[in-house]
């Protein structure tokens, strides 16, 4: 029973191409994290939805975008792939209340190759 | 102010020995402080986590210890195991409405048998 799911874990693409990579929780959080890792291990947080409500947009490209079709999932859309977005994708969850066991649990991420 | 710093980069021990790996941060508003162990190839896995209120906190073999004044937090590592070869990230949590995690750098530790 995996908690915080993605898929696909690996994804290699053309530059120009478009592609999405899914996320599902079954944690039962109300929100939900799109982080980005790259090369030198770096965790940057891109986006931040709570009950499907978007709440933190760091500053990233507009080809990036984000649908929650409701509060267990989180997409990541990116059109007009450039090399600079090969890294790894993470999609994590948690509480977003204070009081509350809030810690982030993450996904096993996604390897995204532009080539 | 949103910044998490953390040192040692990396870090190389013996078995048995204890790694200590440390983080500083600005924001008060940081209400928060987990610890995530990451193996290669695979996500960020909760370790531990403190809140702002409690000086140490300790789970089985590892411990962190928070000093609010300082602003500052470590994670101990007892009795290390060379299973414990993994990048170790500190964070923090925004709770100033954000709620966002940031993460300090990383720090890759090898235990050597």
């Known amino acids: 029973d995996t908690a915080v799911s993605q898929t696909p874990k690996y994804l290699v693409t053309q530059m120009g191409n478009d592609k999405s990579i899914k996320c599902e929780q079954n944690l039962g959080h109300d929100t939900m994290y799109w982080y980005k890792q790259d090369s030198k291990k770096f965790l940057k947080i891109m986006f931040s939805?709570?009950?499907?409500?978007?709440?933190i947009n760091e500053t990233v490209p507009n080809r990036f975008s984000p649908k929650s079709p409701d509060k267990a999932h989180l997409n990541l859309h990116i059109n007009s792939l450039e090399l600079g977005d090969s890294a790894v994708y993470f999609c994590?969850?948690?509480?977003?209340?204070?009081?509350?066991?809030?810690?982030?649990?993450f996904g096993q991420g996604t390897r995204l190759t532009v080539v | 102010q949103q910044q998490v710093k953390q040192s040692p980069q990396s870090l190389i021990v013996q078995k048995g020995g204890i790694p200590i790996i440390n983080c500083a941060y600005e924001n008060t508003a940081f209400d928060y402080f987990p610890w995530y162990q990451q193996f290669p190839g695979k996500g960020p896995a909760l370790l531990i986590a403190i809140r702002p209120d409690v000086s140490e906190k300790k789970e089985g073999r590892f411990t962190i210890s928070f000093n609010k004044s300082a602003k500052q937090f470590s994670l101990h590592i007892m009795d290390s195991q060379p299973g414990d070869s993994a990048t170790y990230f500190c964070?923090?949590?925004?709770?100033?409405?954000?709620?966002?995690?940031?993460f300090g750098t990383g720090t890759r530790l090898k235990v050597l048998a």
């Open positions: 994590a969850s948690s509480h977003r209340g204070v009081g509350r066991n809030t810690e982030a649990f």
């Open positions: 939805y709570n009950n499907k409500e978007l709440i």
């Open positions: 964070a923090a949590r925004d709770g100033s409405g954000t709620y966002k995690y940031i």
